[in-house]
């Protein structure tokens, strides 16, 4: 399952924005559960409407979404990378997550204090990625000083050493290990180290509620930081997703129509989140339940079907394949046979997005 972090400086509405992602999770139950595991976790569903159609298909006593857990962790602030505030605790937390996100003040409220005195995304931004370059650094330094030793005799740790220092120079510029051009060969020598830098990033711009559609010269400023980042953007309104937890379900597409959007803008954060690793979605459908799985781009038929179960990868046969809208278009799996639209495909077969599948295998 994806982990993704929540970070950000005090004030900028990050825990705002992790309670209405609990509170609205809870409030829409029937598409959109929610589980609590810790205060500061929470397992929250991919919003994918494709579910409830397979649903009528199949007549299916119960849908299961891909889910997402997000956890809320604890505030930044400047020297975290030495322990100041809670820095040693958000950092250990954050390396345990498979993508961040960054929650970044887009908004006025003279109510609430921002800890600099003024809003400032760009600076807000820099504190935090300096203190995720610093404590890096100190990752890879450490690591160098044990492949040093190693590299007089090993050519493998020669060519590991190559790869840190490459990191090292760039965490010295104060850029991420983000942007540097990296091959899959070099990303296995960094894996152990869980860098910071290296995990992908989604800044969340929190605006005022007038500001949801529009989007403000602060959301603009963060862009042009995300490029350079190689990272994504998402406009959310934490008080628009608070108001919204108030209003009955009918009332919210109302809501959120009246404020020039289509819908809130944590479901776009979900599914950014979801689509940040190159995550894709495939489908088991039945009378008994109909299921999405989470795999990642490029998986085979065996590898997808070891998702379910690794019996269901090693004894793999074949997988009987039927895209998504052909079985829609056809009405029934019956019918989708009869026209041909059901395929059988082998071991070499790449999953594609919103495939729906039945696996047979040998136990």
């Known amino acids: 399952m994806l982990r993704a972090g929540i970070v950000g400086l005090p004030n900028v509405g990050k825990s705002t924005l992790f309670n209405a992602l609990v509170a609205n999770a809870q409030a829409q139950a029937a598409n959109f559960p929610f589980c609590t595991i810790e205060p500061n976790k929470g397992m929250v569903s991919v919003p994918d409407p ?13 849908i299961i ?12 602030v400047k020297g975290a990378s030495k322990g100041e505030g ?36 760009v600076r807000d931004i820099e504190v935090i990625n300096l203190e995720l370059i610093l404590a890096d650094l100190a990752q890879v330094e ?13 050519k493998e740790a020669q ?4 790869v840190l220092e490459k990191v090292a120079e760039a965490l010295n510029e104060e850029r991420s290990v983000r942007q540097l051009d990296l091959d899959e060969e070099a990303k296995v020598w960094l894996t152990p180290l869980e860098l910071l830098t290296l995990k992908p990033l989604i800044y969340v711009a ?35 997703e608070s108001e919204l937890i108030e209003l009955p379900e009918d009332e919210r597409a109302d809501f959120l129509a009246s404020l020039g959007v289509e819908e809130g803008g944590l479901r776009s954060l979900i599914r950014a989140t979801y689509d940040l690793l190159g995550l894709r979605t495939y489908f088991t459908t039945g009378p008994k339940e109909t299921r999405a799985w989470t795999i990642e781009a490029g998986m085979t038929a065996p590898q997808a079907a070891g998702v379910i179960h690794t019996d269901f990868e090693r004894g793999f046969i074949r997988a009987e394949t039927v895209a998504y809208q052909d079985l829609v278009d056809a009405g029934t799996m019956g019918s989708a046979k009869e026209k041909g639209l059901v395929r059988s495909e082998g071991k070499e077969y790449i999953v594609n997005e919103g495939d729906v599948l039945l696996f047979r295998f040998n136990v």
């Open 206 to 240: 929190n605006v005022a509620e007038e500001e949801l559609a529009s989007g403000n010269a602060w959301v603009e400023q963060v862009r042009s930081v995300a490029a350079q980042e190689k990272a994504e953007v998402v406009v959310v309104s934490a008080q628009v």
């Open 159 to 162: 060519a590991e050493m190559v």
């Open 86 to 121: 809670l820095g040693n605790q958000f950092l250990s937390h954050i390396r345990q997550v498979d993508a961040i996100a960054q929650v970044v003040r887009c908004f006025e409220n003279d109510d609430i204090i921002h800890v600099a005195g003024e809003i400032g995304p």
């Open 65 to 76: 979404p891909a889910r997402i857990e997000f956890v809320d962790i604890a505030g930044l």
């Open 142 to 154: 450490r690591r160098m000083d044990r492949v040093r030793k190693l590299a007089r005799s090993s």
């Open 50 to 62: 494709r579910l409830q159609v397979l649903k009528a298909i199949s007549n299916s006593e119960e």
